[in-house]
Nanobody, 119 residues
C-alpha cells in the first residue's frame, strides 16, 4: 500500500500562486508516476498533471499547460505542483494519486486539499 498526504492548498486571488505538496509513504516502489487531479463542485474529477518518478518527465492537461509545473524530490518521496497565474476556474479539491507500475492505474489517493481562487 501507498499512503499519500497533500498539503499547500488555500485561498488566493486570481493571478496568484500556490504550491501543493504530496508526500508518499509505504510501498512507493510499486508506483512509476504520480498524478495530480482536481474536482470542482458539481463536476467530475479531472486529470491535471503527471510526473514520472525516475525520469521526471511530465504531462499536463491543456487547461493548465504553461501555468502549472509538476516536480519531484525523490529523496523525500515528495511531488509538488507549482500553480501560477491561478484563475477562478482552477478552484477545486486537488488530489495526488500514485500510479501502479504494473497496471498503470491510479490506485492510491490522498485526502485532497482545497484550492480556492477568488476573482
Amino acid at each position: 500500500q501507498v499512503q499519500l498526504v497533500e498539503s499547500g492548498g488555500g485561498l488566493v486571488q486570481a493571478g496568484g500562486s500556490l504550491r501543493l505538496s504530496c508526500v508518499a509513504s509505504g510501498r512507493t516502489s510499486s508506483t512509476d508516476a504520480m498524478g495530480w487531479f482536481r474536482q470542482a463542485p458539481g463536476k467530475e474529477r479531472e486529470f491535471v498533471a503527471r510526473i514520472n518518478w525516475n525520469t521526471g518527465s511530465t504531462y499536463y492537461a491543456d487547461s493548465v499547460k504553461g501555468r502549472f509545473t509538476a516536480s519531484r524530490a525523490n529523496a523525500k518521496n515528495t511531488v509538488y505542483l507549482q500553480m501560477n497565474n491561478l484563475k477562478p476556474e482552477d478552484t477545486a479539491v486537488y488530489y495526488c494519486a500514485g500510479r501502479k507500475s504494473l497496471t498503470l492505474s491510479y490506485d492510491y489517493w490522498g485526502q485532497g486539499t482545497q484550492v480556492t481562487v477568488s476573482s
